[in-house]
């Protein structure tokens, strides 16, 4: 098995969709994706890489990891629920963020 982390190996994961969508309160954003395993060996996804498109004080993070927790067998494609937390004084409004996956970057788009 191999284990997907932010600083390694997620581009040996890949995702069908153009944008994720989370939504909810600050604290527990939530949402659907589909993830892919190309690769002949099972898959164990941590996390991605995650970046802010915001910058001062709009930015959630200028740095953080995507949670994923979930492992794929060698061929499978599935829609994974996520979840991502932000602080909890978060106001209202839509965040935009890119993660890494499989080489490319996707925009993930949080509505709180």
Do not use: C
């Amino acid at each position: 098995m191999i284990t997907v982390t932010a600083n390694e190996l997620y581009d040996q994961v890949q995702s069908q969709d153009e944008e994720i969508i989370l939504n909810g309160p600050p604290m527990h954003l939530t949402g659907n994706f589909t993830l892919q395993n190309n690769t002949s060996e099972m898959l164990f996804i941590k996390e991605l890489p995650m970046r802010s498109m915001a910058e001062g004080k709009a930015a959630f993070a200028q740095q953080a990891n995507f949670p994923v927790n979930t492992a794929l067998n060698p061929g499978e494609v599935r829609n994974h629920f996520a979840w991502f937390s932000m602080n909890p004084q978060t106001p209202p409004g839509v965040y935009e963020a890119m993660v890494s996956v499989g080489g490319n970057e996707k925009r993930v788009r949080m509505v709180v």
